[in-house]
């Protein structure tokens, strides 16, 4: 038997090949890549928190309704504002009349009065009540009838009456000068500015009176 030769076996070494080095066109391709999916990223997040954060149909609605609201207050506040006006030229001559004839503070005597001249009290302050109507009111109404009651009145009864008609007067006047300086300050919240719509009062009825500003003035 010959010998057999066993020589050590090589090993083989397996080189791989290096890869080659990214073109320079291939790196501005991912970094554009990047760019826009962080731009598509943006754009997405954005359109979330715009429907995260915008008004729906119903706070939309909401402040449709709350313009339309104060568009209708500022003109019902006009229009009231105007009533009042005319309402005071109404009452004006009833209230002079009453002031002359039973005067609230007692320095001067009654004067003559007419029953043609408490008919027409009573009448200009009926049509003064009329725009009133709803709600109605009728303070100065009820005043001229009492004072056309105690006119027939004769004694410590008519002197009761008159006194009763005096005080009514005073409340009368005193729930106007209220609803004058509430409707004062409605309109300077409205932007019309003050509007001084008072009715003359005695001194010690305890009414309200307007304020110093202008007419139209726009300072509080």
Known sequence: MSAIDIRPQEVATINRPRQPAPAQGATW?????????????????GGVVFALTRPDSIEQTADRL???????????????????RGTRARLLPVLDGLSRAMPSDG???PVAVTA?????????????VQGFADPPSGETATTVDTYAA??????????AAMDLAVRQRAEALFTWSIGATALNAVNID????????????????GALTPDTEPEGSHDS
């Open 150 to 159: 105690a006119r027939g009145l004769t004694g410590p009864a008519r002197a």
């Open 107 to 109: 320095t001067a005597g």
């Open 29 to 45: 391709a991912r970094v554009l890549a990047l760019a826009v999916a962080f731009a598509l990223g943006a754009i997405v997040a």
């Open 190 to 205: 409205a932007g019309y500015g003050h509007q001084h719509v008072f009715l003359p009062t005695s001194p010690g009825e």
């Open 66 to 84: 709350r313009a339309e609201s104060a568009l209708r207050d500022k003109t019902q506040i006009k229009t009231l504002t105007e009533l009042a």
């Open 116 to 128: 043609a001249d408490v008919e027409a009290w009573q009448q200009a302050a009926a049509a003064a």
